[in-house]
């Protein structure tokens, strides 16, 4: 089972450019979530969608977008990127349907904006 | 502002010692978890407590949800080498699959 994949692993930006941070899970999840993680600060969250077609914000959500056209994808767009955008990038998802409310994070995307 | 506190932040020991972390909250949870973090790596699920007052076990890590469900402990007893990680707690909201984490707690053991 591969869980929940992310790419890139890690990426440089300079100030202004744009990229695309992306999510797959083949758990068939319906719950999806991007949280990004700063040193000392734990996990906050960024965007979060319960299903394909829908999506919202979580705490952080200035600077980036989201969409779920499928249960399985789900991408972080950040848009103009800035120096505070340098973070661990970490997708999750978990499902509902399964009572256990647990979630299954990727392996992160470490993401520099110099 | 934070939703859920981690004390300390920061916690380096000797292998063999015991230690207690700390997760609290003004907020009451439907459910709380704890969550361990390696270098380069998601967090993973360690347990997941749900009734107040509520202590579970996994080998030598001992869980404890608060009664009134705000708060949660974790205690590791003869700490190894092993159990180095970031430790994050995190309240689960009855409102649907909303996770709130705390602001983690770093654990070095000293072999």
């Known amino acids: 089972n591969a869980g929940v994949t992310q790419t890139p692993k890690f990426r440089i930006l300079k100030i202004g450019q744009s990229m695309t941070l992306q999510c797959t899970q083949d758990m068939n999840h319906n719950y999806m979530y991007w949280y990004r993680q700063d040193p000392g600060m734990g996990l906050k969250l960024i965007y979060y969608s319960v299903g394909a077609g829908i999506t919202d914000k979580g705490e952080v959500p200035n600077g980036y977008n989201v969409s779920r056209s499928t249960t399985e994808d789900f991408p972080l767009r950040l848009e103009l990127a800035a120096p505070s955008q340098t973070s661990v990038y970490f997708c999750a998802s978990s499902s509902s349907f399964s009572g256990a409310n647990v979630l299954t994070f990727g392996a992160g995307s470490r993401l520099t904006v110099l | 502002t934070q939703l859920l506190e981690q004390s300390p932040q920061f916690l380096s020991i000797q292998e063999g010692e015991n230690l207690t972390v700390y997760c609290n909250s003004s907020?009451?949870?439907?459910?709380l978890q704890w969550y361990r973090q390696e270098p380069g790596e998601g967090p993973v699920l360690l347990v997941t407590?749900?009734?107040?007052?509520e202590v579970k076990k996994l080998k030598r890590l001992t869980f404890q949800f608060g009664d009134a469900r705000k708060d949660s402990s974790l205690h590791i007893t003869a700490a190894q080498p092993g159990d180095t990680g970031l430790y994050l707690c995190?309240?689960?909201?009855?409102?649907?699959?909303?996770?709130?984490f705390g602001t983690g707690t770093s654990l070095t053991v000293i072999p």
């Open positions: 995190a309240g689960v909201r009855n409102t649907g699959n909303q996770f709130y």
């Open positions: 407590v749900v009734t107040g007052g």
């Open positions: 907020s009451v949870f439907s459910s």
